[in-house]
């Protein structure tokens, strides 16, 4: 099992979702963060006054598939988020020791 997490921008959000559902995705969990990169925040004008934003909002996607599936997930998540411009996000690959549900006691691949 892997867990995969990526870094996108907000408005990728459904694009990203929609191709995750078309390959099987079950399920993901969601964030709205902040962050910076390299492009290190931007300028913004209020009432004529310019000043730095330094966190720029961001979705997280948390997820756990299959690790024969990570491939396809990264790939799909990588086309899906990409617009070509500075700040598409960042998607990171680890692997998982052990998944638990809750509910049924369910372990390893049943879990997921």
Do not use: C, W
């Not at 700040?87 to 680890?94: A, E, L, P, W």
């Amino acid at each position: 099992m892997r867990k995969i997490e990526a870094v996108i921008k907000p408005f990728k959000l459904d694009d990203v979702k929609d191709a995750l559902n078309k390959i099987g995705v079950k399920g993901m969990t969601i964030s709205e963060v902040k962050g910076f990169g390299r492009q290190k925040g931007h300028k913004e004008t209020y009432r004529g006054a310019e000043y730095q934003v330094d966190f720029v909002p961001k979705i997280k996607i948390d997820l756990v598939v299959d690790a024969a599936m990570s491939d396809q997930v990264v790939a799909t998540i990588k086309e899906s988020a990409s617009s070509g411009k500075i700040g598409d996000g960042k998607i990171f690959v680890m692997p998982v020791g052990e998944a638990v549900r809750i509910r049924t006691g369910e372990s390893g691949r049943e879990a997921i």
